[in-house]
């Protein structure tokens, strides 16, 4: 379980290795809300390596998206196999976020 | 002549763990279920999203919720696997709940943004059943909670 972060652009592109669960989402929100703290306002989370997220792990993209609109910024994501697609139709979370297929389409949505 | 191979409709597996109230386990305990769901042909999404996600969340109110991470309790995880379905029991040590106490729905337009809120949905909506029961009848403490997937 790992979080890589990295500067594509204007945009703070994070990607999500193994799962996104209890155990770790404090590690995601920290790493953002320290760029966010440093004045970045694009973010992308890209999901092409994760296995499963939880319902804390949601809860925490939730969170991360509300505080980056309050600041301005826009929270996007990528990447989400059928399975993880399926998580954010059950919980409705796919109306909350704008989604794309692949990290260079949400990568040019900005 | 060559034998044929046994089907897996006869074979059973059976799986106890005991770990201690840290959510650090719980990626472990996920994979432990999971394996055998897997040796008994359990299809790709309900390895991928319904087990891990639902294990997950029982797991993770068993030692938040029940056990207050209290590092003197521990949790129970006893599952069993055949060619038709998964029933797994995760008991705690913990105060007595409800699981039907928190029912507010978070798909609702006043709780989407909402942080958490999210778990016990997740479970009813990926296992066939959830079910909660008293560890000890009797006792004032534990709690069971049996999640149960057919195997599609």
């Not at chain 1, 320290?34 to 970045?40: F, H, M, Q, T, V």
């Not at chain 1, 399926?86 to 909350?96: S, Y």
């Not at chain 2, 479970?123 to 149960?148: C, H, I, Q, Y």
Request: one cysteine or more; charged letters at 30%.
């Amino acid at each position: 379980m790992s979080f890589t972060i990295r500067k594509q652009g204007e945009i703070v592109v994070v990607d999500v290795e193994g799962q996104l669960i209890v155990g770790n989402r404090q590690e995601l929100k920290q790493k953002v809300l320290d760029e966010l703290e440093r004045g970045e306002k694009k973010f992308l989370i890209d999901f092409a390596q994760t296995g499963y997220i939880d319902s804390s792990g949601l809860g925490v993209l939730v969170s991360l998206s509300k505080k980056i609109r309050e600041q301005g910024g826009e929270l996007r994501l990528a990447n989400l196999n059928d399975d993880l697609r399926t998580l954010f139709e059950l919980t409705k979370l796919d109306t909350l976020f704008q989604i794309s297929d692949t990290r260079e389409r949400a990568l040019s949505s900005f | 002549m060559p034998e044929t191979p046994p089907s897996d409709a006869g074979l059973r597996v059976s799986l106890q763990v005991d770990f201690p109230s840290d959510v650090a386990y719980i990626e472990r305990v996920v994979d432990l279920v999971r394996h055998p769901c897997a040796e008994l042909a359990f299809n790709r999404h309900h390895l991928a999203l319904n087990v891990p996600v639902a294990l997950s969340e029982a797991l993770s109110n068993a030692i938040l919720r029940a056990n207050r991470e209290d590092p003197a309790k521990r949790v129970r995880v006893r599952a069993n696997v055949d060619a038709t379905k998964l029933v797994v029991e995760i008991v705690d040590e913990g105060c007595r709940f409800d699981l039907d106490a928190k029912t507010r729905n978070p798909t609702d337009a006043e709780n989407i943004e909402a942080e958490d809120g999210r778990g016990l949905f997740l479970m009813r909506k990926l296992m066939d059943d959830v079910e909660r029961f008293d560890a000890s009848p009797g006792g004032d403490s534990g709690n069971v909670v049996r999640l149960t997937l057919a195997r599609a």
